[in-house]
């Protein structure tokens, strides 16, 4: 009986919650759209790791290159155009920390010392910081 209650007790908790309501706004984008998007988020993460690997290897300066390559803002038509303006604010602090760490990285000595690896700690962590904004307020449908 004691296992019984137990077993119902965690399908309650699980159904309770599976059932919880994500409050994220939710983006519907246009079918191909939503490929090319969600393509481009995971570059992003590629790219992301890419940063943190060369920052464990103490190459800060490549590190900022690479995010300014791959994650700083580009010219252009961008996805910024199918998405409300509260997302594009967002997107666009991402992409401006993204070029100030490779600012800040490139004008940091190489190995870094304490003081400035601090400082490119700090840029890499405004950039995460936007990611998880960004991934807290937003879904896609």
């Known amino acids: 009986m004691r296992s019984l209650v137990l077993a119902a007790g965690l399908l309650s908790a699980f ?6 309501e994500d409050n994220r706004t939710a983006l519907d984008l246009p079918p ?3 490929v090319q998007f969600l393509e481009h988020m ?3 993460m590629t790219s992301l790791n890419d940063v943190i690997q060369l920052m464990s290897d103490a190459k800060i300066g490549q590190a900022g290159e690479l995010a300014r390559k791959e994650m700083a803002i580009r010219k252009g038509m961008g996805f910024g155009r199918y998405m409300p303006p509260e997302f594009r604010e967002m ?3 991402f992409h401006k920390a993204a ?3 490779g600012r800040v990285t490139s004008e940091l000595p190489e190995p870094p010392d304490a003081v400035s690896w601090s400082k490119a700690m700090n840029g890499l962590a405004q950039i995460t910081m936007r990611c998880s ?3 807290a307020t ?3 449908k």
């Open 91 to 93: 997107g666009f602090e």
């Open 138 to 140: 937003f879904r896609i």
């Open 133 to 135: 904004a960004c991934h």
């Open 99 to 101: 070029d100030d760490f």
């Open 15 to 20: 159904a309770v919650s599976a059932a919880a």
């Open 32 to 34: 191909d759209v939503k």
């Open 42 to 44: 995971r570059t992003h």
